[in-house]
């Protein structure tokens, strides 16, 4: 119905889109701090072993793959493309800048998008093409990493912080129910949407920078990944559990601390180690990398 266009799942994708070209570019933006191996290397393992167990977890618990593959490893197949296009993007960048990069993403984007107008999702341009789709977002993100923050010298109050989240929020509904209401998909509509994330994301990290966020939150978004790889898993190993009908409320309730316990012993188990592995190897190379190795 049209109250459960109130939490779109998509939308927030695209905000991990800008928000993941964010954290790729902010650390790489000044001349002479990026190594392409080590970067390479630390990137694809930090992405690559929780995805590789969570899809060979999927099939034991009779995961359907193709909807695994459209509602969550597609993203995934993108973020490795566009850490393997990012080196490239460096050197565009330095004669173009971002801001052209970003208006030919869009133009290639809805190119693509006219070739498929009725599609609801990205589903329909497969591996090859919803990467591209979807490319805009990922360099508002790069855009972003860039800004000169520390000019930001007005204090940003909390209402104003609020308002900015209410109206992604409100965006973000918005776009979900055009999607499940209307003609017009979130191929249509999430590029656009992402211009708004970009402009949230910059009123959010200038008030991080003048008062510290919550720590629970922070805590929580370090396993976000686990959640968003084993949400689909850990449903589907709930439902082959013999459990009482406790009523609608707490069943909801319970389901959804089952699912969330899984994600986070995943984190644990599979995505923390998987992290350490990815940034010792990395500074391992680092170390021994060659000038060879290593781009402006």
Known sequence: ????????????????????????????????????????????????????VAVLLARPFHVNLTLF???????????????????????????????QMIVVSMVAAYSVVLCFPTAND?????????????????????????VDFQKSVALISRSHVWRWRLGIWFLSSLCSFLRFHSPIGYPWTLNLFAVAV?????????????????PW??????WSYSVYLMHMIANAAHGRLTLPNLGFNLNWCLKMIF?????????????????????????????RNSPALSQP
């Not at 991990?16 to 392409?36: A, K």
């Open 1 to 52: 119905g049209i109250y459960g266009n109130l939490f779109a799942g998509v939308p927030a994708v695209i905000v991990f889109f800008v928000i993941s070209g964010f954290c790729i570019h902010y650390p790489h933006r000044s001349p002479g701090s990026f190594s392409l191996l080590p970067f390479l290397v630390r990137r694809y393992l930090r992405i690559g072993i929780p995805l590789i």
């Open 122 to 146: 990205y589903s329909p341009f497969g591996p090859p093409l919803a990467w591209l789709v979807a490319f805009p977002c990922w360099l508002l993100g790069c855009l972003l990493a860039e």
């Open 69 to 99: 593959q459209n509602s969550i490893l597609w993203s995934l197949l993108a973020e490795l493309i566009y850490y393997t296009l990012y080196p490239v993007l460096r050197r565009l960048r330095e004669r173009f800048g971002w801001h």
């Open 217 to 222: 939150m922070e805590w929580a978004g370090r």
């Open 259 to 287: 699912i969330l316990g899984i994600s986070y012993l995943f984190y644990l188990v599979v995505e923390k180690p998987g992290h350490l592995i990815a940034r010792h190897l990395g500074r391992w190379l680092t170390h």
């Open 198 to 214: 970009y402009f949230w994301l910059r009123v959010e990290i200038a008030a991080f920078r003048q008062q510290q966020g919550n």
